[in-house]
């Protein structure tokens, strides 16, 4: 009994020697991702066993080259009360992680890798995934808040300098017209002054019309005005 157990404890020890004998592959998803200031994206990695699944796996992230200097330390557990705009979703699988950034700024543009690492059974075995770009653009909010403040500037200073041309051209119009106007008022003024007030014709007219009346009735009885005259000078005699 006691060689027995000796035994498979010894085959024990020599299995963990052996380290893990499956082959590992790790896939990421998506390739390449576009996404705008502000938004959520999610960049999952998966690991494939051909054979059986390991004890113990750790999948790490990197921004960049896969190096200690890179990696992404402290990334908080999906529903952890610890801040962070970067975390991991999927708990402990040994089958996946998904990396969550939320609140996108552009310096979160880059290149993101998982590693997928299994330490139990000894050796170590890792691989890493092929990769996935991000590419983080201004959203079209700001762009919208942005083309207004052009528009002002494209719109308003042609139309200020329009504007003040045609004022412009207003006031000397009006200067002008009022210019001739006071002109031709002085000069309707000069030829009054210099014609002076007319001499009332009423008695002059009287005048001559009593005249003509005279000489019409003079014309017209001559032989009556020649008897008086006649009859007057006997009279005197």
């Given at each position: 009994m006691q060689a027995l157990m000796r035994s498979l404890t010894l085959m024990a020890t020599i299995s963990s020697l052996a380290g893990y004998e499956g082959t590992l592959s790790v896939r990421?998803?998506?390739?390449?991702?576009?996404?705008?200031?502000?938004?959520?994206?999610?960049?999952?990695?998966?690991?494939?066993?051909?054979g059986q699944t390991p004890d113990q796996v750790d999948i790490y992230w990197y921004k960049g080259e896969p190096s200690p200097q890179n990696a992404l330390a402290n990334l908080r557990e999906s529903g952890s009360p610890l801040g962070g705009r970067l975390y991991l979703?999927?708990?402990?699988?040994?089958?996946y992680r998904i990396l969550v950034i939320s609140n996108l700024t552009l310096t979160d543009a880059g290149v993101y890798t998982c590693e997928v690492s299994v330490p139990l059974p000894p050796p170590l075995v890792s691989q890493h995934g092929s990769g996935t770009r991000l590419h983080v653009e201004e959203s079209t909010s700001c762009l919208a808040?942005?083309?207004?403040?052009?528009?002002k500037q494209v719109i308003i200073i042609p139309a200020l300098s329009i504007y003040s041309t045609v004022l412009t051209i207003v006031v000397i119009v009006?200067?002008?017209?009022l210019r001739f106007h006071m002109k031709s008022k002085g000069t309707l003024i000069t030829?009054?002054?210099?014609?002076?007030?007319?001499?009332?014709?009423t008695n002059t007219c009287r005048g001559h019309t009593s005249s003509l009346a005279g000489d019409r009735s003079r014309e017209t009885h001559p032989q009556e005005y020649e008897?008086?005259?006649v009859f007057r000078t006997m009279n005197q005699r």
């Open positions: 990421q998803h998506p390739g390449e991702v576009t996404s705008t200031v502000g938004r959520t994206v999610m960049v999952a990695c998966g690991a494939h066993y051909d979703h999927g708990g402990h699988s040994k089958h808040l942005k083309t207004p403040t052009v528009t009006l200067a002008v017209l030829k009054e002054i210099s014609r002076g007030p007319e001499e009332p014709q008897d008086m005259t």
